[in-house]
């Protein structure tokens, strides 16, 4: 981890296109400002995290609902092969 030491004003550049100025120190935070291009995506960690899991959740395989929509198929597949 890079630790960085900056006042009100001052930026930081991350590669040709992300910039991120600190804005403001008041009592125990901060605020900055991150200008990126749109197809960087920027959010909190705990944001991040939920997304994660949500897209964890949902890649997870019913095994149940395939088992089932195997049946349908081998039924429908039987239907066609009948003269």
Do not use: F, W
């Amino acid at each position: 981890m890079l630790i960085i030491a900056r006042k009100p004003g001052e930026k930081i550049t991350i590669g040709d296109d992300t910039v991120i100025t600190l804005l403001e120190v008041k009592d125990n935070q901060v605020r900055v400002g991150i200008e990126a291009p749109r197809h960087i995506t920027v959010h909190r960690q705990e944001v991040y995290d939920r997304i994660k899991k949500a897209n964890q959740a949902s890649a997870k395989i019913d095994l149940s609902a395939m088992m089932e929509a195997a049946d349908v198929l081998t039924l429908d597949q039987k239907d066609k092969e009948q003269p």
